[in-house]
C-alpha cells in the first residue's frame, strides 16, 4: 500500500476509534434484544458519522454493519442496496486512442475511487475493532478461526452473529412489559399527563421488537377508566366522549387529556396552599377554578377600568373652559386617580395569582361561581348591570372590540 492510500486509512480509522467512548457496550455473553439494539444503534451512529459516496451520502458506511433489510429500513428505501467499494488498480487506465482531457478525467476518477476505498478500508477495520472490544468474546467465539482469528471476519458478519444469538425473551421479561404497559396514572405527581402517555409509547415499542402488538383501543379505555375514577376531568371526559368515533383515536387522546391536564396544573400553581398565605382577600376570588374564569376577571377589571377613565374624560370634556393651570390641576387629579384605579387593579390581579382558590391537587370540577351578567354572559362584579356595554343605552362608552360573550351550544 502506498504513503497516500495509508494516510487515508489511518485518516478514517483513527475517526472511528475516537469514538470508541460513544459505544455501549454488551456486557454478558447471555444478552437480550434491548442490549443489542442498543449496540447496534451506537455503532451505527459512528459509522454514519464518516462521509461516503453510498446513496447520497446521508448515511456514510452504516452498510457495513447492517443487513440489507435493516439497511434499507434505516433509509426508509424498500430498493436501496449497499455495495462495498472494490479495490482500484495501481494506475489509472485509459484507452489507447484516448484525448488529453479523457486521460485527466480518467486519472481523476481513479484518484476518487481510491479514496474511497481506502477510507472504507480505515472504517471497517476500526468498526471490527470496536465490536471485538464492546462484545464478549465467547459470544464469537464461533467464528473465531484457530490461525487467524477474526482477521477474516467481516464487521457484517460479527453483527449478524450477535443479532442472531441474542436470547430470547422468557415469558417473564413479557409480564414485566405488560405490567408497565398497565402502571396506574399517579395523578397527584409531579409529571404531567403526557409524560405517562410517552412512557406508554416506549413500552408499545419494546412489545413489538417481540412480536407482541398492544391495542391502542383497550388502554385508551383502561385510561379513561382511571381518568373518570379520578374526577378531575369530567367536563374533559364529557367533550371526549362526544367526539366522534373516528376521531377517537390514541394520538387525539393523548393530546386531548394532556392539554386538560396542563389547564390544571397551571390552576394548582395557585391553589390553596399560597391562598392561606394572602387571607381573607384570596377568599374573594374562589370562584375562580379555571383559565376561562380567570379571563372574565381580567375582561371585567378591564370594564371597570375603562369606565372609570371614560368617566374622568366626559367629566373634563363637559366642563367649560378652564384657565391652563385649571387644566393642570384637572389633568392631574385625572391621572392620580386613574394611576390609583390602575394600581389598585393589579393589587387584586396579584392576589388572584397568589391564590385563586384552586382546590388541592389540581383538581378542576367547577365550584360555585358568581352569576354573570345576564346582559352579556360574563361577569362584571364590579359593575353594576345596568351599566353593562351589551346594554343600547351604554354603546357610546363601549370598548372597541368587546363584544358580549357567546352561549355555549346546546348537546342535543
Known sequence: MSGGNVTITNTAHASIASKAASVTAITKVEYIVEEYNKFEKSLVTIARS????????????????????????????PAATFTPHTKPSRTATYAAAATTAEISLAKETHVADREQYYTQE???DALKYLIL??????????????????????????????????????????????????EPINFDGDLPLKVHFKNVDSTIKLLKKHSITASESIIMVTLLEQIKAHGDFKEEVGKW?????????????????????????????YGAKTARTVGAT???????????????????????????TSAGLNAVMEKPKPTANATAATAATTTSTLKAKVKAL???LKHVKAGNGASK????????????????????????????????????????????????????
Not at 482477521?151 to 405488560?178: A, I
Not at 374564569?293 to 377600568?305: N, Q, R
Open 122 to 124: 480505515g472504517v471497517n
Open 50 to 77: 464518516v462521509k461516503s459516496e453510498h446513496n447520497g451520502g446521508k448515511h456514510g458506511y452504516a452498510g457495513l454493519l447492517l443487513n440489507e433489510s435493516l439497511y434499507r429500513k434505516l433509509l426508509k428505501d
Open 241 to 269: 366522549e362526544l367526539k366522534p368515533v373516528a376521531s377517537q383515536t390514541w394520538d387525539e387522546f393523548k393530546k386531548h387529556f394532556s392539554a386538560a391536564d396542563h389547564e390544571c396544573r397551571q390552576l394548582d400553581q
Open 346 to 348: 393589579e393589587v387584586e
Open 361 to 412: 391537587g389540581g383538581n378542576c370540577e367547577a365550584k360555585p361561581r358568581r352569576v354573570k351578567c345576564t346582559h352579556c354572559n360574563r361577569y362584571h362584579p364590579n359593575v353594576p348591570a345596568d351599566k353593562c356595554w351589551a346594554l343600547p343605552a351604554n354603546q357610546a362608552g363601549k370598548l372597541e372590540g368587546w363584544n358580549p360573550k357567546a352561549d355555549k351550544p346546546k348537546q342535543d
Open 133 to 182: 472490544t464492546n462484545a464478549p468474546t465467547e459470544a464469537l467465539v464461533e467464528l473465531e478461526d484457530d490461525d487467524t482469528g477474526f482477521e477474516n471476519v467481516t464487521p457484517l458478519e460479527l453483527m449478524n452473529h450477535l443479532r442472531d444469538n441474542v436470547r430470547v425473551t422468557d415469558v417473564f421479561n413479557k409480564k414485566q412489559l405488560l405490567g408497565a404497559l398497565n
Open 282 to 308: 384570596a377568599n374573594s376570588f374562589m370562584w375562580i377554578t379555571s383559565v376561562a374564569d380567570l379571563k372574565d376577571y381580567i375582561d371585567s377589571s378591564l370594564l371597570t377600568l375603562a369606565q372609570a
